[in-house]
């Protein structure tokens, strides 16, 4: 309890070496890697969410939080994905065109590591021609597409529809996920599946790829 208060407060105040050190307590105190990331990190950015949306924290603050973040993830990143889990599946996954949020897509990327997907991550800011190079490329199973800012979410139909217009929106599953998206949304723009979060993204791909 108190070491999940420490290592929120610690990301709140965008300490990088302090939320990395609290992360080797909490493994040293057998805590799951999952559970340190979705109860300290991912909570953790929710409250720097919450202040940021308040006025409270601004644009350099909130990036100092997400670099502690990533600090943390680092860490953690090693045993999510040293799981042994077969080879189940390929995706191309990227943030769409003109956003640049990247700790969500990281996170689906490091679980589906971990469940035995092969990964290829296109970054930030990946517009339709990195998509179809990469797709070109990599031959994936599935097309993930993550957006945090209702302005670039409509950017994901944009994809969605040049592949319809090549004709080889078939060959792949196209998962979508991030904060501003729904269920309702994912439908309407045509994707195979809305992904609330890392560990839906992760049994989704399982039950799709079967
Ligand atoms: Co930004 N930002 N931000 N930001 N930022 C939000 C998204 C915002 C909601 C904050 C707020 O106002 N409350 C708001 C958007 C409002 C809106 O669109 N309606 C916002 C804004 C406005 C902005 C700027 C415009 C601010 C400005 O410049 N004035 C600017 C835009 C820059 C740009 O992209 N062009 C901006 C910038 C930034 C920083 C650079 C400072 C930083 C990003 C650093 C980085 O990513 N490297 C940042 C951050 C950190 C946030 C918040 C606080 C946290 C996002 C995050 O990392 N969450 C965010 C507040 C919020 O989301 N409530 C906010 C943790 C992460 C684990 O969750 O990304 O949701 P999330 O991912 C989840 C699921 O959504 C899902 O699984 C993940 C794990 O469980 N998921 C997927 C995500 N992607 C998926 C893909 C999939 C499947 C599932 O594919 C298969």
Redesign the pocket.
């Known amino acids: 309890q108190e070491l999940t208060e420490q290592i929120w407060d610690d990301l709140y105040d965008g300490l990088a070496d302090e939320v990395a050190e609290a992360t080797e307590i909490f493994l040293k105190r057998g805590w799951e890697p999952y559970d340190i990331l979705t109860k300290g990190l991912?909570e953790g950015?929710?409250i720097?969410?919450i202040d940021?949306?308040d006025g409270v924290l601004f644009?350099p603050e909130?990036?100092m939080?997400?670099n502690a973040m990533k600090a943390g993830m680092a860490i953690l990143r090693p045993l999510l994905i040293d799981s042994g889990a077969p080879q189940l599946g390929k995706i191309v996954?990227g943030t769409v065109k003109?956003?640049?949020?990247?700790?969500?897509?990281n996170?689906?990327g490091m679980m589906m590591e971990g469940a035995g997907f092969e990964v290829i991550d296109l970054g930030i800011n990946t517009d339709v021609e990195e998509f179809l190079e990469a797709i070109e490329k990599h031959k994936p199973d599935f097309i993930?597409?993550?957006a945090?800012?209702?302005?670039?979410m409509p950017y994901m139909k944009v994809v969605i529809d040049t592949l319809e217009e090549q004709g080889i929106r078939q060959d792949y599953i196209v998962?979508?996920?991030?904060?501003?998206l729904n269920e309702e949304f994912a439908m309407e723009i045509g994707a195979d599946a809305y992904?609330?979060?890392?560990a839906v993204?992760v049994e989704t791909a399982k039950e799709l790829v079967a």
Do not use: E, Q
């Open positions: 991912v950015m929710r720097v969410g940021f949306r644009v909130v990036l939080a997400a996954i003109g956003d640049i949020h990247d700790i969500g897509k996170l689906v993930g597409m993550s945090l800012l209702t302005t670039t998962l979508v996920g991030g904060a501003p992904c609330r979060d890392a993204a």
